[in-house]
Each structure stands twice: as structure tokens, then as C-alpha cells.
């Protein structure tokens, strides 16, 4: 149980061009799910909060124009980086937080973002 | 701002031999801590967790210990494996959402068989 899918888990985009990036919650049912950013050999970074049926919050510093996140069911939200560039290449990783408690947190498998 | 540290950076155990892993963290009300292993180009698996009514939880050759007044936490592996070779990261809940967490740096373990 508690499995979490991404699509695409890799991902090649010209410059100026819009990516979007799918996080599911496969087998159960999630009010919250965040999304960070992973550098090579570095920690995560939390980007944003994402509750269904609400805005995003995001991280002091995260553009929200051009990470635009949404959150339309309780079993999915989606990432769209806007107009990339390759300083946007990252690993990109959604959580899931199990709605009911006690609250656990579940990842994605991650994508790879490369911006050309 | 809440910070969580975490030690070592880097841990080389021999197959068989214990590993430990350190984490502090400075929010007073975190009260969830959970672990994550994360293999190269896979997103983080958590492994184990604990909350903060409770001192030491244990799963099989994994077990974590929390000391709330020091604001401490550790990891604890036994008999190690080589499939346990990844990087771990520990985590604190921000205040008492248990949702936002923050994460230490990470530490990569190596099991040489």
C-alpha cells in the first residue's frame, strides 16, 4: 500500500517550452501533497503545498507563475513548469499525505527535468 | 528559521557491522520524525518514523530513537547490508502539522560486503 506514481520520470524540453509533471496517489486517498526540487547529491527542497480544491502554497523564493501547481482530486495534483530554462533542469519529487492519521508522507519516484 | 542537522555525511560500514545515523532538529514542537532512504534516481522511501509520544521504535534491523529534550534523533541499522548502500535522510515535521517537513542534508551509507 501507500504507492505514489509520477509521470513522466523523465522528461526533455526545449528552452521557452511548458513541462507538466503528474503526481498520483495509487491506493489512497491524499488531501495534501507537496512538491520539491532535488539537486545532484544535495537534500530536498520543498517548492509547495498542494490541498485539494485550494491554491498552492509555495516556498519563499518559488515563482508562482512559473510553477504552477494544481490540485484537482484527492488522488492527483500536477506540476507545470512554465516557459523552462535549463537553469529549471532538477529532479522534481511529489509527496502524498495520507488524509486520515496518524499522517505519513509517501514519495514519487521523482522526474528528471532536462531543459536544452 | 527551523534547521534539522544531520551526521555524518558520509558512512562506510563493513557487511555485518551496526550504522548509525544523527539528527537534530530546533523546532520545540516538531513532534513527527520520519526516515527516507533514497536509492540513486529513485525518490525517497520511507523506512521508518516516530512520533514524539514515544522514545524508540523498532522494524526488524531498523530501529529509531528520539530524546525530546535534547532535540535529538538516530538511526539505527543492524547487521547491514550491502543492499542497504543508499543515502538516508531524516526529517522533522514543522511545529505540529506533521505535513511540511524539513530535511536534513542526508548521509550516504556504503555497505562493503
Known amino acids: 500500500g501507500a504507492v505514489v506514481s509520477q509521470h513522466p520520470s523523465r522528461v526533455i524540453c526545449k528552452s521557452g517550452t511548458s513541462v507538466k509533471i503528474e503526481c498520483r496517489s495509487l491506493?489512497?486517498?491524499?488531501?495534501?501533497m507537496f512538491w520539491y526540487r532535488q539537486f545532484p547529491k544535495q537534500s530536498l527542497m520543498l517548492m509547495a503545498t498542494?490541498?485539494?480544491?485550494?491554491?498552492?502554497?509555495?516556498e519563499q523564493g518559488v515563482e508562482k507563475d512559473k510553477f504552477l501547481i494544481n490540485h484537482a482530486s484527492l488522488t492527483l495534483s500536477t506540476l507545470t513548469v512554465t516557459s523552462a530554462h535549463p537553469e529549471d533542469s532538477s529532479f522534481y519529487i511529489c509527496?502524498?499525505?495520507?488524509?486520515?492519521?496518524?499522517?505519513?508522507?509517501?514519495f514519487g519516484p521523482g522526474t528528471r527535468l532536462t531543459v536544452t | 528559521g527551523e534547521n534539522v542537522e544531520q551526521h555524518p555525511s558520509t558512512l562506510s560500514v563493513q557487511e555485518g557491522d551496526s550504522a548509525v545515523i544523527k539528527c537534530t532538529y530546533s523546532d520545540s514542537a516538531s513532534n513527527y520524525f520520519p526516515w527516507y532512504k533514497q536509492e540513486l534516481g529513485k525518490g525517497p522511501q520511507l523506512i521508518i518514523d516516530?512520533?514524539?509520544?514515544?522514545g524508540e521504535k523498532k522494524d526488524q534491523r531498523i530501529a529509531v530513537t528520539l530524546n525530546k529534550t535534547a532535540k535529538h534523533f538516530s538511526l539505527h541499522i543492524t547487521e547491514t547490508q550491502p543492499e542497504d548502500s543508499a543515502v538516508y535522510f531524516c526529517a522533522a515535521s514543522k511545529g505540529g502539522s506533521q505535513g511540511n517537513l524539513i530535511f536534513g542534508k542526508g548521509t550516504k551509507l556504503s555497505v562493503k560486503p
Open positions: 516516530i512520533r514524539s509520544n514515544v
Open positions: 509527496s502524498a499525505m495520507t488524509s486520515g492519521g496518524p499522517y505519513e508522507q509517501y
Open positions: 498542494s490541498n485539494e480544491g485550494s491554491k498552492a502554497t509555495y
Open positions: 491506493d489512497f486517498q491524499a488531501t495534501t
